[in-house]
C-alpha cells in the first residue's frame, strides 16, 4: 500500500476520532473536532497530490478516497445537529444527494463508464466545508471562553452568518446533485427509452 493510501485509511480514522470529539463531553472537545477536521482536509490535500506526483494512482485510491471525504462530510453534518448548528432536514439532504451520486457512479461503473466530478460539485463541497468549519469554530470560540456566547457578534455569527451558509450549501447541493442526475439521466432510465 503506497503513502497517498495510507493518508487515505488515515483520515478514514481521523473521522473517527472527530466524531467522538464532537459528540463527547471532553473537555476542549469542540476544539479537537476542529483541529481534527483540518488535519483531515490537509491529508486530503497530501494524498491527492502525493499520488499524481510519483504516478502512484491506484483503483483503491480512485475508490476509496472520494469515499471517505463523503464518510468525513457526512459524519460532519450528523454531529452538528445535536449540536444546534444545523437542522436535521440539512443533514439529511446532504448525505441522501451523497448516497445518490455514489449510486449513480456505481451503476455507472458497472456499464464500464467512469463519472468524472463536475466543477459544480467541487464548488458544492467547498461551501461544505466552510459551513463546517464556520460552526466548529464558533462552537471552538464558545468552548475557549465560555461567556462568549453571550456576546452580540457571536450571536450574529451564529444565526445570521450560519444561516446564510446553510442556505447556501444546501440550494448548490441540491441544485449540482439534480443537474448530475439530469445530465446522466440515461443510466436509470429504462433500457428501452435510453435511445
Given at each position: 500500500m503506497?503513502?497517498?493510501?495510507?493518508?487515505?485509511?488515515?483520515?478514514?480514522?481521523?473521522t473517527i476520532v472527530f466524531v467522538l470529539a464532537l459528540s463527547s463531553t471532553w473537555v476542549y472537545g469542540r476544539t479537537i473536532a476542529l483541529l481534527l477536521f483540518i488535519l483531515a482536509g490537509i491529508s486530503d490535500y497530501l494524498d491527492g497530490e502525493i499520488a499524481r506526483r510519483y504516478?502512484?494512482?491506484?483503483?483503491?485510491?480512485?475508490?476509496?478516497?472520494?469515499?471517505?471525504?463523503?464518510?468525513?462530510?457526512?459524519?460532519?453534518?450528523?454531529?452538528?445537529?445535536p449540536l444546534g448548528a444545523v437542522p436535521a432536514w440539512v443533514a439529511t439532504i446532504v448525505v441522501?444527494?451523497?448516497f445518490l451520486i455514489t449510486g449513480l457512479r456505481l451503476l455507472a461503473s458497472s456499464e464500464g463508464t467512469v463519472l468524472a466530478a463536475e466543477k459544480l460539485g467541487k464548488h458544492k463541497t467547498s461551501w461544505?466545508?466552510?459551513t463546517v468549519l464556520f460552526f466548529l469554530l464558533l462552537l471552538s470560540t464558545?468552548?475557549?471562553g465560555p461567556t462568549v456566547e453571550e456576546t452580540a457578534w457571536w450571536q450574529n455569527a451564529w444565526r445570521y452568518g450560519g444561516d446564510a451558509l446553510l442556505w447556501i450549501t444546501i440550494g448548490l447541493t441540491i441544485?449540482?446533485?439534480l443537474g448530475y442526475l439530469w445530465r446522466h439521466r440515461a443510466l436509470i432510465l429504462p433500457t428501452g427509452a435510453r435511445a
Open positions: 503506497n503513502w497517498a493510501n495510507r493518508l487515505t485509511l488515515g483520515r478514514l480514522a481521523l504516478g502512484i494512482v491506484t483503483n483503491f485510491g480512485k475508490l476509496i478516497d472520494p469515499l471517505v471525504d463523503k464518510v468525513m462530510m457526512a459524519a460532519a453534518f450528523i454531529c452538528l445537529v441522501a444527494r451523497d461544505q466545508i466552510a464558545r468552548e475557549l441544485y449540482s446533485g
